[in-house]
């Protein structure tokens, strides 16, 4: 019995040590090929994800405030006038107009000539009326008189102001 078992071991010998020595590992040569694309492929999806980082970093608004001016109005009041041009990468959304730091739909006998959000596409203009009666109050109290100076802030989606300031005739 034991020539048989020693028999079956010189066996199992023989045949582990014909499997360990037919394995052959990958070439040098096509492991430095398969590391080089994996490093590339690597490189090109870095690349990528960086550009679109930047591309959503760089766009931005920029609402150019050129025109501002009032007008007395045919029927007691004044006429204000806001006109511009975004010149932003991005598109705008004005959501507010503000006079004197106060939102405009809060004074009583001031409407604005056009609705709210308007939006303003990236290298189109944009004109805004304000129109504000000779009674325009806020609480109760009249707000506004000839000669004086108004603040009037645009205020977009993204949080920017852009103010202006304006004399009534």
Known sequence: MSITLLNYEERYKTMTTTIIQKRRAVSPVIATVILIAV??????????????????????????VNTQYAVASSVGGWNVTLGGQNTGSSDATIIQIQINGVPYNSYTGVTLSTTLPKSVPSGSSFTLQLNINSG??????????????????????????????????
């Open 39 to 64: 490093a590339v492929a690597l490189g090109i999806a870095v690349a990528f994800w960086a550009s679109g980082l930047t591309s959503s970093f760089s766009k931005y608004e920029k609402l150019g």
């Open 136 to 169: 325009a109050a806020l609480n109760g109290v009249t707000k506004f008189a000839s000669g004086q100076t108004i603040q009037v802030t645009i205020i977009t989606a993204a949080g920017n102001n852009y103010p202006a300031s304006i004399v009534l005739p």
